[in-house]
T-cell receptor
């Protein structure tokens, strides 16, 4: 079975440009988590969805960040406009949505560099 | 708010030496999970502990969940270069969601 798929794997863009990161969940999973990882701040949860509904977006840094889940298997994280401080590795992770015993399956990540 | 702390942040060992990382939660946890992230990779689930005092082993790795379900440890016996990476512990934010609170991780370097 395919794991969580993320694209692109690497993105280099200039400040002010729009960036869209994509994530495909594991088939049968219905919870989706977006994380950001940097050396300074570690692994931060940005937002998570359950059954396509955003449950907790308290980690979204500011209005420049938005996330959608247009269907049960796909999600996007958009940054508009991007800034150099957004440079990080962005991971999505999916789970079966069973609750507190869920284990998270991470995608390979998107390494974003904003110049 | 709920916090999960790990120590040490970094550990350098000689190949063959043992290694231990400790995880402490500010609240009682229903379970604790451990993940490993290789350099340049993504976190990968290792194990989940649910019962108070539970001990589980995976080859050279021993995982322990404290009696009060607020702390946990990961011990690696006779480290190998393949053990290099960052080890994260994580506990659920609440009992009815899949949201996890991750520790900041312990990065292990192994000198051959």
């Amino acid at each position: 079975d395919a794991g969580v798929i993320q694209s692109p794997r690497h993105e280099v863009t200039e400040m002010g440009q729009e960036v869209t990161l994509r994530c495909k969940l594991i088939s049968g999973h219905n919870s989706l988590f977006w994380y950001r990882q940097t050396m300074m701040r570690g692994l931060e949860l940005l937002i998570y969805f359950n059954n396509n509904v955003p449950i907790d977006d308290s980690g979204m840094p500011e209005d420049r960040f938005s996330a959608k889940m247009p269907n049960a298997s796909f999600s996007t994280l958009k940054i508009q406009p991007s800034e150099p401080r957004d440079s990080a590795v962005y991971f999505c992770a999916s789970t079966t949505g069973q609750g507190y015993t869920d284990t998270q399956y991470f995608g390979p990540g998107t390494r974003l560099t904003v110049l | 708010g709920q916090q999960v702390m790990q120590i040490p942040q970094y550990q350098h060992v000689q190949e063959g030496e043992d290694f231990t990382t400790y995880c402490n939660s500010s609240t009682t946890l229903s379970n604790i999970q451990w993940y490993k992230q290789r350099p340049g990779g993504h976190p990968v689930f290792l194990i989940q502990l649910v019962k108070s005092g539970e001990v589980k082993k995976q080859k050279r790795l021993t995982f322990q969940f404290g009696e009060a379900k607020k702390n946990s440890s990961l011990h690696i016996t006779a480290t190998q270069t393949t053990d290099v990476g960052t080890y994260f512990c994580a506990g659920p934010k609440s009992s009815n969601t899949g949201k996890l609170i991750f520790g900041q991780g312990t990065t292990l370097q192994v000198k051959p």
